[in-house]
T-cell receptor, first 107, second 113 residues
Framework: DAKTTQPTSMDCAEGRAANLPCNHSTISGNEYVYWYRQIHSQGPQYIIHGLKNNETNEMASLIITEDRKSSTLILPHATLRDTAVYYCIVNTDKLIFGTGTRLQVFP | NAGVTQNPKFQVLKTGQSMTLQCAQDMNHNSMYWYRQDPGMGLRLIYYSASEGTTDKGEVPNGYNVSRLNKREFSLRLESAAPSQTSVYFC????????????FGSGTRLTVV
């Protein structure tokens, strides 16, 4: 019972911003939005998380809509090394993965 | 500071054989997890241990057993391997109650023939 919906795949030119959307219309008030990524069969890597305010760290920015029903992960200057599967996860206690978005960054 | 270490990295089993996948973490995390990932799919939670001395079933526990040996180590056992268990197995750990701070191992690639 996936709580999030993401596009299957996206492309982005190197150096441009990559904007990855996620819908989570059934999110509860105390549930956070988490983003992880998995680079070519490696173990997933934490990127960022947020509750209702926008968040930024050295890897990415997370924009959450006011009604919290959707969010966008932004990689401001995508590089080839950002090619990966990106998972948007909503949960309170355990990581439950969906199928994610396969982001391909091209030269 | 190795993070999460999994052994072995690769394994081929015959149907019906048993084996134990080992996982250890050195981050003093309370919670540990086992996931499997089939080709082209997302990770699915097999079992987890919220704290030392406790284990709970995840999404796909059938055919597996786990042991939380101590705070550092969490093993996954296949008693009678089946081809459907061919997968990549990932172990992860986190501070108890922390969903953002998961650290994953590099995985064990298991093939059952």
């Amino acid at each position: 019972d996936a709580k999030t919906t993401q596009p299957t795949s996206m492309d982005c030119a190197e150096g441009r911003a990559a904007n990855l959307p996620c819908n989570h219309s059934t999110i509860s008030g105390n549930e956070y939005v988490y983003w992880y990524r998995q680079i070519h069969s490696q173990g997933p890597q934490y990127i960022i998380h947020g509750l209702k305010n926008n968040e930024t760290n050295e890897m990415a920015s997370l924009i959450i809509t006011e009604d919290r029903k959707s969010s966008t992960l932004i990689l401001p200057h995508a590089t080839l090394r950002d090619t990966a599967v990106y998972y948007c996860i909503v949960n309170t206690d355990k990581l439950i993965f969906g199928t994610g978005t396969r982001l391909q960054v091209f030269p | 500071n190795a993070g999460v270490t999994q052994n072995p990295k690769f394994q081929v089993l015959k149907t019906g054989q048993s084996m134990t996948l080992q996982c250890a973490q050195d981050m003093n995390h309370n919670s540990m997890y086992w996931y499997r990932q089939d080709p082209g799919m997302g990770l699915r939670l097999i079992y987890y241990s919220a704290s030392e001395g406790t284990t709970d079933k995840g999404e796909v526990p059938n055919g597996y057993n786990v042991s939380r040996l101590n705070k550092r180590e969490f093993s996954l056992r296949l008693e009678s391997a089946a081809p459907s268990q061919t997968s990549v197995y990932f172990c992860a750990s986190s501070r108890q109650g922390s969903v953002y701070g998961y650290t994953f191992g590099s995985g064990t690639r298991l093939t059952v023939v």
